[in-house]
């Protein structure tokens, strides 16, 4: 299994930056970070077109949480800077301590 090293993330908004939504690109994974790095600008030039103003981020991932994120969390600020990074939800589980359980061999 390979390993994800960054995750190409790219947004286009509209010029006033109030409404802005993420853009699919051809490859959006990489083994290592240098490997967005380079692709950044074709992807760029891919999406070119499909926003008004486009930004594009390569989002570092931890190898150790690679599994483990859900979600990106990101934000084009008024200034057309992106902020943005990986984050993993923080799962609430509901259970039931007392469970009535059923004794079949007394139902008879």
Same mark, same amino acid.
């Given at each position: 299994?390979?390993?994800?090293?960054?995750?190409?993330?790219?947004? !286009?908004?509209? @010029?006033?930056?109030?409404?802005?939504?993420?853009?699919?690109?051809? %490859?959006?994974?990489?083994?290592?970070? *240098?490997?967005?790095?380079?692709?950044?600008?074709?992807?760029? !030039?891919?999406? &070119? !077109?499909?926003?008004?103003?486009?930004?594009?981020?390569?989002?570092?991932?931890?190898?150790?949480?690679?599994?483990? /994120? *859900? &979600?990106? %969390?990101? @934000? %084009? +600020?008024? *200034?057309? @800077?992106?902020?943005?990074?990986?984050?993993?939800?923080?799962?609430?589980?509901?259970?039931?301590?007392? +469970?009535?359980?059923? *004794? /079949?061999?007394?139902? &008879?």
């Amino acid at each position: 299994m390979e390993h994800i090293a960054a995750l190409l993330l790219v947004i !286009g908004c509209t @010029n006033s930056m109030t409404e802005c939504h993420e853009l699919p690109v051809p %490859v959006s994974i990489f083994e290592t970070a *240098d490997a967005c790095t380079a692709e950044r600008p074709f992807a760029l !030039g891919d999406v &070119q !077109g499909q926003a008004q103003h486009i930004v594009a981020k390569c989002l570092a991932v931890d190898p150790a949480l690679e599994d483990d /994120y *859900d &979600q990106i %969390v990101w @934000n %084009v +600020r008024p *200034d057309g @800077n992106l902020d943005a990074s990986l984050a993993i939800s923080s799962l609430v589980m509901a259970s039931n301590a007392v +469970r009535p359980e059923k *004794d /079949y061999l007394s139902q &008879q």
